[in-house]
Each structure stands twice: as C-alpha cells, then as structure tokens.
C-alpha cells in the first residue's frame, strides 16, 4: 500500500499546483469571501456554529474553510504536503482559524486521539482508498458518541458508465489521466484507484456502530468534473442531457452511539 500512497500523494502534489490556479476552484473569489460549499452538503449538514468538524481529504482546505466561516472549529487531514501547505496559507489569508494536518487517512486514524462533533468528507475521496473497512474504523473513532458522519460522494454507478467494475478489488486500477479543471493543460498523473460499491460503504459504517440515519441519490453532479457535461440547472451538471437519468451523486448521514 505504501507505493500506492505514494503514487497518489505525488499525483495530488501536481494537482495542487494546477488546482490553485484554476477557474474551477476560484480561489480568489473564495479569499474574498464565496464559498466552496454547495446546497447538498449545506442541507444536509445544518448549522455548524460551536461544534467540532473533522474534515478527511480535504485537499487545500477550501471546504474546510468554507466550514469556518459558518462557525465551525475545523481540522483538515489530507495526504498531499503541497494541499496542506497551501490549505494553512489560505487560513492566514482569510483569517480563520483552522488546524491541518499532513498525513493519509489510515495513518492519521493510527495516531488521532481526538473525538470530533462531526466528520465530513465529500466529492471523489473514497476511490483513492484501498480498504473501505478501514476508512470507517478511522470515522468511527473520531466521532463523539452522539456525533454525526456526513459523507457525499460520487456515485458508484459512474464506475459501470465509464468502464470500470462495479465491485471491488484488492488490487488498485493504475491510471495515467488529466486532472479535472479546466487548466489541466496535457499533464497526466499516475493514480490508484479502488471501486467500493454503496453497499460496502453503509455496512463498513454499521459495522463500526454508527446507526445510518439517510442515505440519498442525486441524478447531477455540482461541479463540471467529467467531459461533455450539460447544464441542467444551478450548480447541476449531467453526462447525459437527453438520455435516462441516473445516480450521480449519493450522500450518508450517520450517528455514532
């Protein structure tokens, strides 16, 4: 797994780098005051003032802060030093205070001792993980009891639209692909990536103790992240205008006991 985390970290360094300066990400608009964060996430999470949120691969911290400014006490974990480094710039820039961390997410739920109000994670995280099992272990034990996970996540329905196998395996897909902004230019980065079907990732969480309290389908994504997108409405994006609709986007709401 090692190799394959470093592939993924050396990936997400380049990323960053053309991340930053992206339209995609508009970082200056965020520095002066928009928000990264979107209605589903917004909806589903609710009012954040006072409480502690975890954010796990949070690239560089745009969410993160964005949960901030709403009034929460946020801590970012994300496996590229280059994200972290811009995350914790981007915090003095627009005066929030935050905490980030440089580490994978395995490796942080070996050393994390802290229990949090809420974990959240969103948006194309889970592929980059080999084991889903271990993912969850890592929420579980950095939620209070009482408090609450939210993920959002691509649906794993995209995996048989572009290709891919649905089901998991032990072994990674090994890619060489552009990133997703709109300055990718003709860079490629070599990534690992893991399927995990919804099935794994609600069982991976009841089997930790959290109780899943909703689970939702979205037919549209809130970023024009795959080619050929069509706009279907305000920050909603489809593959497919004209054809059958399908799950784009899922989301989990989780308690801990």
């Not at 090692?2 to 990400?25: P, Q």
């Not at 194309?124 to 959002?152: D, F, Q, R, S, T």
Request: charged share 20%; glycine share 6%; net charge negative.
């Amino acid at each position: 797994m090692a190799d394959y985390l470093e592939i993924n970290k050396k990936a997400w360094n380049e990323r960053t780098d053309i991340h930053v300066h992206s339209k995609f990400y508009d970082v200056d608009g965020f520095i002066k005051g928009n928000s990264s964060l979107h209605s589903i996430e917004l909806a589903q999470v609710g009012d954040v003032k006072g409480k502690s949120l975890l954010h796990l691969q949070c690239h560089f911290g745009l969410d993160t802060l964005s949960w901030a400014r709403l009034g929460a006490e946020v801590t970012g974990v994300d496996l590229s030093s280059h994200a972290i480094e811009k995350a914790r710039l981007l915090a003095k820039q627009t005066e929030l205070d935050a905490s980030f961390i440089c580490t994978d997410v395995y490796a942080f739920g070996d050393q994390n001792s802290h229990q949090f109000d809420l974990v959240y994670t969103s948006y194309g995280v889970l592929c980059w993980l080999p084991c889903i099992n271990k993912w969850a272990e890592v929420a579980a034990k950095a939620l209070k009891p009482g408090g609450k996970i939210h993920l959002v996540e691509f649906h794993p329905f995209l995996d048989i639209k572009f290709g891919y196998d649905y089901f998991h395996c032990s072994e990674p897909d090994i890619e060489q692909e552009k990133t997703y902004s709109e300055n990718a230019g003709n860079a490629e980065q070599t990534i690992a990536v893991w399927a995990h079907t919804l099935s794994d990732v609600i069982n991976a969480l009841i089997n930790q103790g959290i109780t899943i309290n909703q689970v939702d389908e979205f037919p549209y994504s809130p970023y024009p992240c795959f080619d050929n997108m069509k706009v279907v409405g305000t920050n909603q994006f489809v593959v497919d205008e004209e054809g059958p609709q399908f799950p784009m986007l899922y989301s989990i709401v989780g308690t801990k006991a």
